[in-house]
């Protein structure tokens, strides 16, 4: 109930294609989700997040999509560039609510290489 | 300013040895955590602290033992760990949960245990 399945686990993109990276979670009374970049040696960024109340959000070449039907979430990386090249974290939380905790259930990652 | 300074930056220690890993935050922020990340894993929660008290404890053996000074700093005392203790520890924060509550994470400590 817990998990946040992501995948793929790692994924090659040519410069200037788009990056598609999935996540699935079962709780449904998970109200964030967030999207960490991190690069080796490095603590995750907080790159781009969403609640349930909104399907898109887009900040630059970064958007999530949201599905709440299905449970699903993705970030989508247009343009990719080689400098984008690092490993991407979904994650999901409970932020409201009196039984919240404000614990990041994190996806196992996606190893993302940009070819030049 | 979203920054969240960890020290040291590195660490080696031996399996008798008593260590503190010290992390910092100026955002304001009253909830701060602990996370343990392995190699091509993802963080691991080990401990929150909400208004400087300790709210939740993912069951962390007691060689590793968190204390919130005040509201700016967050450590994390070891003592007696194993060498598969060695990990990446990041210390975060956020504002307590509600409808603002990105988390921050720090560059973390790279810990060695010999």
């Known amino acids: 109930q817990q998990q946040v399945k992501q995948s793929p686990q790692s994924l090659i993109v040519q410069k200037g294609g788009i990056s598609i990276i999935n996540c699935a979670y079962e709780?449904?009374?998970?109200?964030?989700f967030p999207w960490y970049q991190q690069f080796p040696g490095k603590g995750p960024a907080l790159l781009i997040a969403?609640?349930?109340?909104?399907s898109e959000k887009k900040e630059g070449r970064f958007t999530i999509s949201f599905n709440k039907s299905a449970k699903q979430f993705s970030l989508h990386i247009m343009d990719s560039q080689p400098g984008d090249s690092a490993t991407y974290f979904c994650a999901a939380s409970k932020v409201t609510g009196s039984s919240n905790t404000g614990k990041l259930i994190f996806g196992q990652g996606t190893t993302l290489q940009v070819k030049p | 300013d979203t920054e969240v300074t960890q020290t040291p930056k590195h660490l080696v220690m031996g399996m008798t040895n008593k260590k503190s890993l010290k992390c910092e935050q100026h955002m304001g922020h009253r909830a701060m955590y602990w996370y343990k990340q392995k190699a091509k894993k993802p963080p691991e929660l080990m401990f929150v602290?909400?208004?400087?008290?300790?709210?939740i404890n993912e069951s962390v053996p007691s060689r590793f033992s968190p204390e919130c000074p005040n509201s700016s700093l967050l450590n994390l005392h070891l003592h007696a760990l194993q060498p598969e203790d060695s990990a990446l520890y990041l210390c975060?924060?956020?504002?307590?949960?509600?409808?603002?509550?990105?988390?921050?994470f720090g560059q973390g400590t790279r810990l060695t245990v010999v």
């Open positions: 602290y909400s208004y400087e008290k300790l709210s």
């Open positions: 975060a924060s956020s504002q307590v949960w509600g409808t603002n509550t990105e988390a921050f």
């Open positions: 969403i609640r349930p109340d909104v």
């Open positions: 709780n449904t009374a998970f109200d964030y």
